[in-house]
């Protein structure tokens, strides 16, 4: 199976700050790697598909880029509806497999 | 707008058996596939099972393997989880989602663009 490792597991920012989430993954997985956000309460939220692409509607603010192992997810400018838990998935091969998260909170 | 309801989370004893529903609304539920993911408390999400859109291919995680089986009724819109045997390690918030391809082959490369709210399983004695 594919791990996917994220980092940090928790970071805290202010509104405005520019964010940086990093994921790797344990094998080669070309650019099939997508980024989800999830709040409490709520069901989780498709914000970056195939490593860069935005998913229509998502804010300009959120990027995604990366190839082949590592990953980057982007906030340029974080927004109070932001502060949420971010979450990598390989689209590789099945078994498909999430990262561990990362809790973005307000400092 | 595209709806996914699920149902039937509860208390169940390990062992027992348990089926989660979901109702699917505001897309063609026959041209894609449809998965089931979890988050157990405190934990992330973490992928179960996925079904093809004509149920022809089906595709488990390991740790489910031999005891869930997913099943979908296109005429119903709906898509189903049977847990048989469940264990503690079960209990989890598990959420109906529906995938941007029509089928699961081994190679994926594709996304989960809709989930539900989820239904809660609680595994104990």
């Known amino acids: 199976d594919i791990q996917m490792t994220q980092s940090p597991s928790s970071l805290s920012a202010s509104v405005g700050d520019r964010v940086t989430i990093t994921c790797r993954a344990s094998?080669?997985?070309?650019?099939?790697l997508n980024w989800y956000q999830h709040k409490p309460g709520k069901a989780p939220k498709v914000l970056i598909h195939?490593?860069?692409s935005l998913q229509s509607g998502v804010p300009s603010r959120f990027s995604g880029s990366g190839s082949g192992t590592d990953f980057t997810l982007t906030i340029s400018s974080l927004q109070p509806e932001d502060f949420a838990t971010y979450y990598c998935q390989q689209a590789y091969t099945t078994p498909l497999t999430f990262g561990g998260g990362t809790n973005v909170e307000i400092k | 707008e595209v709806q996914l309801v699920e149902s039937g989370g509860d208390l169940v004893q390990p062992g027992r058996s348990l089926r989660l529903s979901c109702a699917a609304s505001?897309?063609?539920?026959?041209?894609?596939?449809m998965h089931w993911v979890r988050q157990r408390p405190g934990k992330g999400l973490e992928w179960v099972s996925g079904?093809?859109?004509?149920?022809?291919?089906?595709v488990y995680a390991d740790s489910v393997k031999g005891r869930f089986t997913i099943s979908r009724d296109n005429a119903e819109n709906s898509l189903y989880l049977q847990m048989n045997s469940p264990r503690p390690e079960d209990t989890a918030l598990y959420y109906c989602?529906?995938?941007?391809?029509?089928?699961?082959?081994?190679?994926?490369?594709?996304?989960?663009?809709?989930w539900g709210q989820g239904t809660l399983v609680t595994v104990s004695s």
């Open positions: 989602v529906k995938d941007t391809k029509s089928i699961v082959p081994k190679q994926w490369l594709g996304h989960f663009d809709y």
């Open positions: 094998q080669r997985i070309s650019n099939y």
């Open positions: 195939t490593a860069s």
């Open positions: 079904i093809s859109w004509n149920s022809g291919s089906t």
């Open positions: 505001g897309f063609t539920f026959d041209d894609y596939a």
